[in-house]
């Protein structure tokens, strides 16, 4: 009895540990995380394809003055249903359930080396080498669509029953199952408010619906959280949305010191990463153009871009309005995040696929397929089908 208290009283205290200084206290190149925060030590550190060798439980960081850098990598919260696979994916089979607390990770992957050769190649790529990168720091929208021009394939894509992409058709990978993105398996498309699939350092996330029946999406600001009511609470509160576009889930740790809606400037401040490299960013080749994008920096603004140049302030921020009509734009955000924004019907997918963006942060044509890949219906499925022909034969020309 005395065992299970302490080992109940030592979980917690790892539950508790403070994990918001990767980045100044400890991250890549600087220095090993604090005890229970990052991901299990050694290799690549996301979690790439093959890092599931430790099944360990899933750490929800804390935040205890908000606002907070969150990991880079590992954890930034947990889930808190469970969900069943609707595709093969890798080691995952339809049908397969995701259990509860399972890993929440952020938007960027760490990287690709022999070691996932084999994972590579089976998503289509004949020469995995071409997409060795031991850097990281690409969220999983941008890696994907930097994979399937560097393969001359598309991703991801569905097969019979198969779904080939970096992560599963929920939005997670490996064995020691996480998730980037997603989440469409952990709450239904319908009613109003989306409920509940997770938490992050103490506030709630939920599915990426304000209002499903009235067709809302949710104004987030660059956490990638806002306030207002929620299935668990009548009045305004802060929780966080599941998003199409990155960060997914979460960009940062909110509210604002002044208990307000973060900015992009305020979120970038958090993260030196943010324009380490002077400010130049990198150059990613997608199938719909060059992208400027800057690494492990997980803030992006209104048009869709993590520079730190020509900052588009989110829209959340200049209005008192906490959502917006899906497909319809949000203000002032651009075609990017417009398009992504579109709902799964990827109305705008054929215009941002024509475009040759220079420095949106999204690769828009996946982005969009993944999108409609997302939703459970089967009339919606079946719309993808063609919607994802119609894609891919655009991007084959
Ligand atoms: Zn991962
Ligand atoms: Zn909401």
Redesign the pocket.
């Known amino acids: 009895m005395a065992k299970k208290l302490l080992a109940l009283l030592l979980l917690k205290a790892v539950r508790a540990q403070d994990c918001s200084g990767e980045g100044t206290t400890w991250g890549p190149g600087i220095g090993p995380p604090p005890d229970g925060c990052g991901p299990p030590t050694g290799g690549p550190t996301d979690g790439g394809p093959t890092d599931g060798g430790t099944s360990s439980g899933c750490n929800n960081p804390s935040c205890s003055s908000p606002p907070c850098a969150a990991p880079l990598l590992g954890d930034v919260g947990c889930s808190t249903v469970a969900g069943t696979e609707s595709y093969n994916h890798e080691m995952v089979q339809k049908g397969d359930s995701i259990p509860t607390d399972a890993h929440i990770f952020g938007p960027f992957e760490a990287g690709f080396g022999e070691q996932q050769k084999g994972i590579i190649e089976s998503w289509g790529c004949s020469d995995a080498s071409v997409v060795y990168d031991s850097e990281g720091g690409k969220d999983l929208n941008i890696a994907e669509a930097s994979v399937a021009k560097a393969c001359s394939i598309q991703l991801p894509r569905i097969v019979g029953e198969t779904y080939y992409g970096i992560v599963g058709p929920c939005g997670g990978h490996t064995g020691d199952y996480h998730f980037h993105r997603g989440f469409g398996c952990l709450y239904q498309e319908s009613g109003s ?1 989306s409920t509940k699939v997770g938490v992050v350092a103490g506030y709630n996330l ?1 599915g990426k619906w ?1 209002d499903y029946a009235n067709n809302q999406l ?1 104004l987030l600001d660059a956490c990638g959280a ?1 306030f ?1 009511p ?1 299935p668990e609470s009548s009045s305004n509160v802060y ?1 966080y ?1 599941v998003q199409d576009q990155a960060p997914f889930t979460v960009g940062c740790y909110g509210p604002s010191a002044s208990n307000g809606l973060v900015s992009v400037a305020e979120c970038r401040a958090l993260y030196p990463k943010c324009d380490n490299d002077g400010g130049a960013g990198t150059a990613i080749e997608t199938h719909a153009g060059t992208v400027t994008y800057d690494k492990f920096c997980p803030c992006w603004d209104g048009a869709g871009s993590n520079m730190g140049t020509n900052i588009v302030e989110l829209p959340a921020l200049s209005t008192s309005a ?2 917006y009509t899906a497909g319809s734009g949000s203000s002032s955000a651009s075609t990017t995040s417009t398009s992504t924004a579109a709902t799964g019907t990827g109305v705008s997918t054929t215009s941002t696929v024509a475009s040759t963006s220079t420095t949106a942060g999204q690769g828009p044509t996946t982005t969009t397929t993944w999108t409609a890949i997302s939703s459970a219906s089967t009339a919606r499925m079946s719309k993808l089908f063609s919607l994802t022909a119609a894609v891919f034969t655009l991007l084959v020309r």
């Open positions: 408010h939920y304000e949710p806002h207002g929620t929780h949305h906490i959502s």
